[in-house]
C-alpha cells in the first residue's frame, strides 16, 4: 500500500476516532448507545470483519484487560505495550466510557456492573449481520484460537464451535489451539465441516518428509469485483507451546520468505488487496510487517491486545497496516479499503467492543448455543463456591484467577512451589459472583490439562523461569511465543525483563530463605507438553482445584497475586501496579 505521509497521518487520525462519540451516549438507553456505537458509516469498495481468540466462549463473559503488559527495548510506551490511562491517551478515547471499559483494566468491577458482560456468539451474530449488510460482500476473517476455552468446547472435541462458526458465517480461518485436538481431528473439521464453507489457510504448515502445504497458503475472494488475497499465518510455534505430538507430521515456523513469495505469487494472479491473516502474535506482527512486501494490512492474534487503532509499519515497498482484535469474542475490528487504479489508496479502521447489553441476541444463534448446552447445563450450572474478591487472568505475571488454581495445587496437593502456565485465555468473576463448573473450565480447558508433582532442584527451577522470562521478554520478536510468565506459587523471586537471557531471574525464596541449587523442591504444575503425561494417570487439573474448592466452606476469600520484584524496567507504561 503506497499513501504519502500526509495522507498517512489523516489517515491515522480517522483510526483513532472509534468510540470518541460514545461518551454522548454513556448514559443512554441501550438502543441510544448502540446506534452511537455500531452504526459506522460505510468506507470504499472492499470490506474485512476481523474476530480472533474468542476461545470457545458462546456466552457473554465479564473479561478484564491487563494492567501489565510490558514493553522493552524498542517496543516500549510502543502499541501494543500500554495499559490503562496510557492506552486511552493515545486512542483519544475518554476515560469513563463503555469504550474506555472494553480497552482497560480501569475500575473493572464498577464499570462491569454499569455496563454489563461482552460478547457472546448471539450479540456477534446480530453486530455481523449489521454490518456486513452496511458493506456488501465483507469477509468474516477468524484468527484462530476458536475451537479451545471451554467445556463444552473440550467435551464436543470442537464441534460446538465449527457450528457456531459456520453459522456466524466466518468465510476464512487459520488457527493455533484448534491443533490441539490433533492433525486427524483438524483436518476431518476442514474437509468435511468446512467444506464449500469457510477457508482454512496457513502458508507456513508443511508436512515434515515432503514440505508440502497442509492446508492452502491463501484464497483469492472477489468484493465488488475487486480481487483480493487473504494468506494464513497460523501461530509458528505450535509444536514447542503445546505438545509437539499433537501436531507431529507437521512443519511450522515464521516463514518470511515463503510469505513473500505466496504475496507475489497473489499479486501475480491479480490480486489487489492482500491481507495476512496472521496467529502471530503481534510483536511479530510488526516485524514481519517491517520485512514482507506487498501486505497491504496484517489482521492479527494469538496475544489478546485489544488495539483501537492501527499500527503503520514502513518497509522496503511501502506501508502495511496492523491491526489486533482481542480475545473472547469480546471485539469485532473492521477494516474499510478504498481502491482506485488496482491498489489500495485509503483505508479506515474500527475496533468494536461487543456489548451484550447494547446488542440484541440473534435468535437462530441463540436457539443454537441453547442446542449445544442443553446436554451439559447441570454439570456446567453447578456452583462450587463463591468468590469474595474479582478473578481475573491477564497481566505478565499473575492474576488473581491464577492464584486460586496456585493455591489449590499447592494445598491438595502437599506441594511447596506451584507453577501455572502463563495462558491468556480465561474468563473473569466479579465479586460476590458464583465459581461454577464452567468459569473452572474456562481457566484449565485443554487437551492436556494434565495435573503434575515433580521433584525440581534449585538449579532447574532457576532454569525454567529464565526460559520462560526470554520466551516473553526477548528483545527479538522472532524469539517470543507469546503467553505471560509462568504464575508462580510458594516462591518469591526478582525479575529483572531487561536483562540478558539467563540473569533476568534472582533472589528466589521459599518461606524467606534463598533456594538452594541442589535442594529438591517439590513442584505442583499443570498443561505438561511432554508425550509422557499422557499415560502417567495424574488427574487433570480441574479435579484438583474442584476439590480444594469444595473444602472452603462454600467461600473463597479474595486472593492476592503472587508477583515477582521487577528490577531495571519500570517506570514503564505497560506497568499499573
Same mark, same amino acid.
Given at each position: 500500500?503506497?499513501?504519502?505521509?500526509?495522507?498517512?497521518?489523516?489517515?491515522?487520525?480517522?483510526?483513532?476516532?472509534?468510540?470518541?462519540?460514545?461518551?454522548?451516549?454513556? *448514559?443512554?438507553?441501550?438502543?441510544?448507545?448502540?446506534?452511537?456505537?455500531?452504526?459506522?458509516?460505510?468506507?470504499?469498495?472492499?470490506?474485512?470483519?476481523?474476530?480472533?481468540?474468542?476461545?470457545?466462549?458462546?456466552?457473554?463473559?465479564?473479561?478484564?484487560?491487563?494492567?501489565?503488559?510490558?514493553? +522493552?527495548?524498542?517496543?516500549?510506551?510502543?502499541?501494543?505495550?500500554? $495499559?490503562?490511562?496510557?492506552?486511552l491517551r493515545t486512542a483519544k478515547?475518554?476515560?469513563?466510557?463503555?469504550?474506555?471499559?472494553?480497552?482497560?483494566?480501569?475500575?473493572?468491577?464498577?464499570?462491569?456492573?454499569?455496563?454489563?458482560?461482552?460478547?457472546?456468539?448471539?450479540?456477534?451474530?446480530?453486530?455481523?449481520?449489521?454490518?456486513?449488510?452496511?458493506?456488501?460482500?465483507?469477509?468474516?476473517?477468524?484468527?484462530? /484460537?476458536?475451537?479451545?476455552?471451554?467445556?463444552?468446547?473440550?467435551?464436543?472435541?470442537?464441534?460446538?464451535?465449527?457450528?457456531?462458526?459456520?453459522?456466524?458465517?466466518?468465510?476464512?480461518?487459520?488457527?493455533?489451539?484448534?491443533?490441539?485436538?490433533?492433525? &486427524?481431528?483438524?483436518?476431518?473439521?476442514?474437509?468435511?465441516?468446512?467444506?464449500?464453507?469457510?477457508?482454512?489457510?496457513?502458508?507456513?504448515?508443511? @508436512? =515434515?518428509?515432503?514440505? *508440502?502445504?497442509?492446508?492452502?497458503?491463501?484464497?483469492?475472494?472477489?468484493?465488488?469485483?475487486?480481487?483480493?488475497?487473504?494468506?494464513?499465518?497460523?501461530?509458528? %510455534?505450535?509444536?514447542?507451546?503445546?505438545?509437539?505430538?499433537?501436531?507431529?507430521?507437521?512443519?511450522?515456523?515464521?516463514?518470511? &520468505? =515463503?510469505?513473500?513469495?505466496?504475496?507475489?505469487?497473489?499479486?501475480?494472479?491479480?490480486?489487489?488487496?492482500?491481507?495476512?491473516?496472521?496467529?502471530?502474535?503481534? *510483536?511479530?506482527?510488526?516485524?514481519?510487517?517491517?520485512?514482507?512486501?506487498?501486505?497491504?494490512?496484517?489482521?492479527?492474534?494469538?496475544?489478546?491486545?485489544?488495539?483501537?487503532?492501527?499500527?503503520? $509499519?514502513?518497509?522496503?515497498?511501502?506501508?502495511? +497496516?496492523?491491526?489486533?482484535?482481542?480475545?473472547?469474542?469480546?471485539?469485532?475490528? $473492521?477494516?474499510?479499503?478504498?481502491?482506485?487504479?488496482?491498489?489500495? @489508496?485509503?483505508?479506515?479502521?474500527?475496533?468494536?467492543?461487543?456489548?451484550? =447489553?447494547?446488542?440484541?441476541?440473534?435468535?437462530?444463534?441463540?436457539?443454537? +448455543?441453547?442446542?449445544?448446552?442443553?446436554?451439559?447445563?447441570?454439570?456446567?450450572?453447578?456452583?462450587?463456591?463463591?468468590?469474595?474478591?474479582?478473578?481475573?487472568?491477564?497481566?505478565?505475571?499473575?492474576?488473581?484467577? /491464577?492464584?486460586?488454581?496456585?493455591?489449590?495445587?499447592?494445598?491438595?496437593q502437599g506441594a511447596e512451589i506451584?507453577?501455572?502456565?502463563?495462558?491468556?485465555?480465561?474468563?473473569?468473576?466479579?465479586?460476590?459472583?458464583?465459581?461454577?463448573?464452567?468459569?473452572?473450565?474456562?481457566?484449565?480447558?485443554?487437551? %492436556?490439562?494434565?495435573?503434575?508433582?515433580?521433584?525440581?532442584?534449585?538449579?532447574?527451577?532457576?532454569?525454567?523461569?529464565? /526460559? $520462560?522470562?526470554?520466551?516473553?521478554? =526477548?528483545?527479538?520478536?522472532?524469539?517470543?511465543?507469546g503467553g505471560d510468565m509462568v504464575?508462580?506459587?510458594?516462591?518469591? %523471586?526478582?525479575?529483572?525483563?531487561?536483562?540478558?537471557?539467563?540473569?533476568?531471574?534472582?533472589?528466589?525464596?521459599?518461606?524467606?530463605?534463598?533456594?538452594?541449587?541442589?535442594?529438591?523442591?517439590?513442584?505442583?504444575?499443570?498443561?505438561?507438553?511432554?508425550?509422557?503425561?499422557?499415560?502417567?494417570?495424574?488427574?487433570?487439573?480441574?479435579?484438583?482445584?474442584?476439590?480444594?474448592?469444595?473444602?472452603?466452606?462454600?467461600?473463597?476469600?479474595?486472593?492476592?497475586?503472587?508477583?515477582?520484584?521487577?528490577?531495571?524496567?519500570?517506570?514503564?507504561?505497560?506497568?499499573?501496579?
Amino acid at each position: 500500500m503506497n499513501l504519502s505521509k500526509r495522507e498517512f497521518f489523516q489517515v491515522l487520525g480517522a483510526g483513532t476516532m472509534a468510540g470518541m462519540g460514545l461518551g454522548a451516549f454513556a *448514559d443512554a438507553d441501550a438502543a441510544t448507545a448502540s446506534k452511537g456505537l455500531y452504526d459506522i458509516a460505510p468506507f470504499g469498495s472492499v470490506s474485512f470483519l476481523h474476530m480472533t481468540d474468542c476461545h470457545a466462549q458462546l456466552l457473554p463473559v465479564y473479561f478484564r484487560e491487563p494492567s501489565v503488559n510490558l514493553g +522493552i527495548g524498542s517496543m516500549r510506551g510502543q502499541l501494543p505495550h500500554l $495499559v490503562g490511562e496510557h492506552l486511552l491517551r493515545t486512542a483519544k478515547v475518554r476515560p469513563g466510557t463503555a469504550q474506555a471499559h472494553a480497552l482497560t483494566y480501569l475500575d473493572f468491577e464498577k464499570a462491569a456492573r454499569r455496563y454489563g458482560k461482552v460478547g457472546g456468539f448471539a450479540h456477534l451474530a446480530t453486530l455481523v449481520k449489521r454490518l456486513k449488510a452496511s458493506r456488501p460482500g465483507a469477509l468474516l476473517l477468524d484468527g484462530g /484460537d476458536t475451537w479451545q476455552g471451554s467445556a463444552t468446547s473440550l467435551w464436543t472435541n470442537g464441534q460446538d464451535m465449527v457450528d457456531a462458526c459456520k453459522l456466524l458465517g466466518v468465510d476464512v480461518m487459520t488457527g493455533h489451539w484448534e491443533f490441539t485436538y490433533g492433525m &486427524e481431528r483438524v483436518k476431518e473439521i476442514v474437509e468435511k465441516d468446512f467444506a464449500g464453507k469457510v477457508d482454512f489457510v496457513a502458508q507456513n504448515i508443511k @508436512t =515434515n518428509d515432503f514440505g *508440502d502445504p497442509v492446508f492452502k497458503p491463501y484464497v483469492i475472494r472477489e468484493i465488488n469485483g475487486v480481487p483480493c488475497a487473504i494468506i494464513g499465518q497460523a501461530f509458528p %510455534y505450535t509444536p514447542i507451546a503445546n505438545p509437539r505430538y499433537m501436531v507431529a507430521d507437521w512443519a511450522f515456523g515464521i516463514q518470511d &520468505e =515463503n510469505m513473500q513469495a505466496m504475496v507475489n505469487e497473489a499479486r501475480g494472479k491479480g490480486a489487489q488487496v492482500v491481507v495476512v491473516l496472521s496467529h502471530n502474535g503481534m *510483536d511479530v506482527d510488526l516485524k514481519m510487517a517491517s520485512r514482507v512486501t506487498g501486505i497491504d494490512a496484517i489482521m492479527g492474534g494469538h496475544t489478546h491486545d485489544g488495539m483501537p487503532v492501527a499500527s503503520i $509499519v514502513s518497509n522496503p515497498g511501502g506501508k502495511t +497496516i496492523v491491526t489486533n482484535a482481542g480475545s473472547n469474542g469480546k471485539f469485532l475490528a $473492521v477494516l474499510d479499503f478504498e481502491v482506485k487504479d488496482k491498489r489500495v @489508496t485509503d483505508f479506515r479502521y474500527k475496533l468494536l467492543p461487543v456489548f451484550a =447489553n447494547m446488542l440484541p441476541a440473534d435468535p437462530a444463534m441463540a436457539a443454537l +448455543i441453547r442446542k449445544i448446552r442443553a446436554p451439559y447445563a447441570s454439570k456446567l450450572e453447578e456452583t462450587l463456591a463463591v468468590t469474595e474478591g474479582s478473578l481475573y487472568r491477564r497481566g505478565n505475571f499473575n492474576g488473581t484467577g /491464577d492464584q486460586l488454581l496456585l493455591d489449590a495445587m499447592l494445598e491438595v496437593q502437599g506441594a511447596e512451589i506451584a507453577f501455572s502456565p502463563g495462558f491468556r485465555w480465561g474468563t473473569s468473576l466479579l465479586p460476590g459472583q458464583a465459581i461454577t463448573r464452567e468459569w473452572l473450565m474456562d481457566m484449565t480447558a485443554t487437551t %492436556y490439562s494434565y495435573a503434575t508433582l515433580t521433584e525440581m532442584t534449585g538449579s532447574t527451577i532457576k532454569t525454567v523461569l529464565e /526460559d $520462560v522470562c526470554d520466551n516473553l521478554f =526477548n528483545p527479538d520478536p522472532y524469539y517470543q511465543q507469546g503467553g505471560d510468565m509462568v504464575r508462580v506459587g510458594g516462591l518469591q %523471586y526478582s525479575c529483572n525483563p531487561v536483562a540478558v537471557m539467563g540473569q533476568r531471574i534472582s533472589d528466589m525464596r521459599l518461606h524467606g530463605k534463598a533456594i538452594e541449587a541442589d535442594k529438591k523442591y517439590k513442584v505442583a504444575g499443570w498443561a505438561p507438553v511432554a508425550e509422557e503425561a499422557r499415560t502417567a494417570g495424574n488427574k487433570p487439573i480441574w479435579d484438583i482445584v474442584e476439590q480444594w474448592l469444595k473444602a472452603t466452606n462454600g467461600r473463597v476469600a479474595q486472593r492476592k497475586p503472587n508477583q515477582p520484584t521487577l528490577g531495571g524496567v519500570l517506570p514503564n507504561p505497560g506497568y499499573a501496579a
